[in-house]
């Protein structure tokens, strides 16, 4: 079963900011693209509407990804 990665939106206006799954954050706008991994606290300002949202992660709260096989 596939599931959808957590998405983060704007608190004021909604707009997409980033996508988080097991290889980290993911920030896209345009040609920019930024991937944060490990402990992270981070400072996003929305795109359309200049608001500053924080996404906070850590390594101990993120999904675990299947051990490969030897």
Do not use: W
Not at 15 to 24: F, S, T, V, Y
């Amino acid at each position: 079963m596939r599931t959808t990665p957590p998405e983060h939106h704007c608190k004021q206006c909604n707009a997409l900011l980033a996508k988080q799954d097991r290889d980290g954050l993911c920030i896209r706008r345009g040609s920019l693209q930024a991937t944060v991994t490990g402990d992270f606290t981070v400072a996003i300002g929305c795109y359309r509407c200049s608001t500053v949202n924080v996404v906070k992660s850590s390594v101990a709260n993120a999904t675990p990804t299947k051990p490969s096989a030897a």
